[in-house]
């Protein structure tokens, strides 16, 4: 087939054979990552806006896929698309692991992630799902008790762990009895012999432990986990869980993974929703341009990163 020229309207776009559409999806997939395509990705950006893609049958989503197809970047309508779709990606991986090796480990955030993974607690997903396989770890939490309103582990069990029968031996909760300094160490102990026997896999290439999914969220100043901006613990390539006693955003204790074990996750889900965060999203996936790194530029998993962005959240990324 020949090359499409980068002038292409979209009427003919939408005429276009794979590799370069798949309309077989709900969605649009830009297919071909070869030097052919760029051209005509670098048009789509440039000539139509979002809201054009959905001129397909049930589109609701535009799939942009970056020439090296890392990250996957999804937009959606509204949240509530996007919660629907976060807890299909979810369910479809956990089936996919618990089948591959008989358990699945899925690292949580705090914050606005888990309103979005409402929809995994609600029929097909929570009748279909083997709970019983799933092994959840947190990515970053709050130096407090279990039942202090700042917990992550609370906001877990009130939006989702208490919905579902996940056993409560496989849930990793961190021990709200120590220091934060105790807590992270206690917490890479605990990684460590699950690594051990076998429940986490690791990365063979690192040696650092390998999710199978890890959940994250993104604050409005592109922090990831409790990793934010500046700090030194953004460098940290050692340990597999660490601490931070002076966090920008309160509370100022908490534990945290580390971006080595972030990045040999073999699947990541960004999931940032609300125009609030619309700069932030713009800064990290936009022309690069920005001097210092942000934290969630940082993240570049082994397997795949796929963002979850709603329309707010993108609304800066193609003005
Ligand atoms: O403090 C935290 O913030 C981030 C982002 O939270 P969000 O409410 O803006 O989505 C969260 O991912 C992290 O787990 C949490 O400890």
Redesign the pocket.
């Known amino acids: 087939m020949a090359s499409p020229s980068p002038a292409l309207s979209l009427a003919t776009l939408q005429n276009l054979s794979p590799p370069y559409f798949n309309r077989s999806v709900p969605y649009i997939t830009l297919t071909s990552h070869t030097a052919t395509a760029k051209p005509l990705f670098s048009s789509l950006k440039s000539n139509l806006n979002l809201r054009k893609f959905k001129c397909t049958t049930k589109a609701s989503m535009a799939e942009i896929v970056t020439p090296n197809s890392k990250p996957k970047v999804q937009v959606f309508d509204s949240e509530e698309d996007l919660a629907v779709s976060l807890a299909k990606y979810t369910a479809d991986l956990a089936n996919k692991f618990a089948q591959l090796r008989d358990s699945f480990t899925v690292v949580l955030?705090?914050?606005?992630?888990v309103k979005s993974l409402r929809k995994l607690v609600e029929p097909p997903y929570v009748d279909s799902v083997d709970w019983s396989k799933w092994h959840v770890f947190w990515?970053?939490e709050?130096v407090v008790p279990k039942d202090h309103p700042d917990s992550?582990y609370l906001l877990a069990y009130d939006g989702f762990l208490s919905k579902v029968p996940i056993p409560t031996g496989n849930v990793y909760a961190i021990n709200d009895a120590l220091s934060a300094e105790g807590a992270a160490d206690d917490y890479e102990t605990c990684l460590k012999h699950l690594v051990k026997n076998k429940i986490i896999d690791q990365s063979d290439s690192s040696g650092f432990p390998k999710f199978d999914l890890m959940l994250?969220?993104?604050?409005?100043d592109g922090?990831?986990?409790?990793l934010f901006p500046g700090h030194p613990l953004c460098q940290e390539n050692e340990k597999w869980v660490t601490f931070i006693k002076n966090s920008p955003?309160p509370p100022p204790e908490?534990i945290s993974f580390t971006f080595p074990v972030i990045n040999s996750s073999a699947n990541i889900a960004l999931v940032v929703a609300g125009a609030g965060k619309a700069d932030v999203v713009h800064a990290a996936l936009g022309d690069g341009s920005n001097s210092d790194k942000l934290p969630v530029q940082m993240v570049s998993p082994e397997g795949e990163l796929t963002w979850f962005l709603d329309e707010g959240a993108a609304s800066k990324l193609y003005a």
């Open positions: 955030s705090g914050g606005s992630l990515v970053d709050r992550n994250l969220g993104m604050g409005p922090h990831v986990a409790s955003k908490r």
